[in-house]
Structure formats: C-alpha cells, structure tokens
C-alpha cells in the first residue's frame, strides 16, 4: 500500500495523544469526585467556590483557636 504523504513530513516525531480519562489535560489538574458529591455540584466554578469557603474557615479557626491559647512562660 502506498502512501499520499509528502517526504517532509516527519511523523517519528509527533506525539500520540491518549482519549478517555488517562488522556494528557494540558495544563489543568483534573480531581474525580464521587458520584454522591457530584450530584450536588452543577460545575467546576460551585466545587472551587465551595472548596474556597472551606478554607476560609478552617484558617479563620485556626487564627482564632491559636488566639485563645494561653501563653506559657
């Protein structure tokens, strides 16, 4: 069988690109969430959200309960 393609054309150094879930995301960090989480987060943006509030409070405990220790000497 022969081929159409020209000469200059180099396929030895092109990359395969994978399909499906294993596949190469360029440049985002892709985090699986449980079915029963899933259902309750319409989209990226509601998960970030919810995820920076979280954070929020822990720090605000953390300042708080760091506060309300006692000072040894």
Not at 10 to 33: A, M, Q, W, Y
Not at 58 to 70: F, H, I, M, R, W
Request: zero cysteines; proline letters at 5%; a neutral charge.
């Amino acid at each position: 069988m022969e081929d159409d393609l020209r000469s200059e054309y180099d396929l030895k150094s092109l990359r395969v690109r994978k399909f499906g879930p294993e596949r190469k995301n360029f440049g985002k960090t892709t985090i699986r969430l449980e079915p029963d989480v899933a259902e309750v987060f319409p989209n990226a943006d509601a998960v970030n959200e919810a995820l920076r509030f979280l954070i929020r409070v822990v720090q605000e405990n953390q300042v708080s309960a760091l506060t309300k220790q006692p000072h040894s000497s």
